[in-house]
């Protein structure tokens, strides 16, 4: 039974304000949990409610959505039942009364269904996990590790967002994280020999100013075998060039890397070109949320050999999930809990990924905290793919950290099976 439900303004990663939402029970638990924030942000997400009070924190302080969790939300949900997850954010949807949740701010909405996800865990003496996804949760995710960054996560001369390394032939999580992090020093010593910057962008990965954004994945590949690994069977390569950030009057302007601007077709040829020779395994965002058309056709040429993953398309909503399966628009969900802003809604969405045979990837925010639910919930969900950034920042090496102390946890019942393994 809740009997408190509080909130405090914190910072990101980025040192922007964001929600802390703590829940206390009867029985003594208490539990917290902390919102992260997006940058190149789906227009259809949920809404983020910030005060726009220029006085403080250039308007981005979250004091309103704070007054929200006490004032309006914790009445309501005192001496309710916290392992009603469901009921709960049913309540919240309805309490707010808007689709983007623009009335109480997903972000304080969020805050409240993951605090009281985890109250409710640790009152049933489960670990998170376990909680919420019972005793089939036994699966590790294989991250995709974003090592080198460009777009609206860095300064820089590289137009695509995500360069990602997957360790899809790791047997254990534990390795493949070696095997990421390994990637990750050898590419450091290679930008640096070559000249080039190895301060980092928002994710943790390498932020250099480079001569097109072919060069990153060269380079990448470089530090893969440089660190002993083979290109494509130890480790593949996935982006997310995050297309809608630089899409404008239909079309795609590589205006940071000055290498001109493309149609939606010229983009997919682009990708098709880049797939073998770069050992790509997956692709995000490779064109912009409002190209339905484009993606089809993108899809219908990649994604065969490709995962085709949809993010700023879906903002995690079942109802853009439910018209990218009946359109084939696609062919996996990135998900991401704040776009849709309740744990219940972020669970019916995977659901619908996995009735439609789709992949799901469980992912972070650019802006980021030290909480560590994400690493819970996509060993809960299963779904065997996680995007939660580079090997350094400690606002992301806490969810590798988690993830290393599920695996040891449990043990010989621990499943380390990539989803590209059949392909
Ligand atoms: P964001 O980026 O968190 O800045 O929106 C992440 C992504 O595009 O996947
Ligand atoms: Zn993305």
Sequence with gaps: EIVNVNALEILDSRGNP???????????????????????????EALEL?????????????????ANVKERIAPKLIGRNAGDQEGIDRLLIDLDGTPTKANLGA???????????????????LPLYAYLG??????????MMNILNGGKHADNSVDFQEFMVMPIGAPTFAKAL???????????????????????????????NLKSNEEACELIIGAIQAAGYVPGVDIA?????????FYENGKYHLTKSGQ????????TALYKTWAPKYYLVSLEDGLAENDWEG????????????QIVGDDIFVTNTKFIARGIEEKTTNAVLIKLNQIGTVTETIEAIKLCRQAGWNYVISHRSGETEDTFLADFAVAMGGGQIKTGSACRSERIAKYNRLLEIEAELGDKAVFQNSFAAK
Excluded: C, W
């Design 50 to 66: 910030r005060d726009g009070d220029q006085a403080r924190y250039g308007g981005k302080g979250v004091l309103q959505a704070v």
């Design 295 to 306: 993606f089809r056709e993108h899809t219908a040429a990649l994604g065969y050999y490709l």
């Design 237 to 245: 390569l996935a982006l997310d060039p995050a297309a809608s950030s």
């Design 107 to 125: 972000n304080a909405i969020l805050g409240v269904s993951m605090a009281v996800a985890r109250a409710a865990a640790s009152d049933q003496g």
């Design 178 to 208: 070696q095997y990421g992090v390994e990637t990750f020093h050898a590419l450091k010593k290679i930008l640096g020999k070559q000249g080039y910057a190895t301060s980092v962008g928002d994710e943790g990965g390498f932020a250099p």
């Design 18 to 44: 964001t929600i802390r939402v703590n829940v206390e029970l009867a029985s003594g638990v208490r539990a917290s949990a902390s919102v992260p924030s997006g940058a190149s942000t789906g227009e259809n």
């Design 260 to 267: 001109g601007v493309k149609s939606s077709s010229e983009m």
């Design 134 to 143: 019972g005793a089939a949760a036994v699966r590790l995710p294989v991250p």
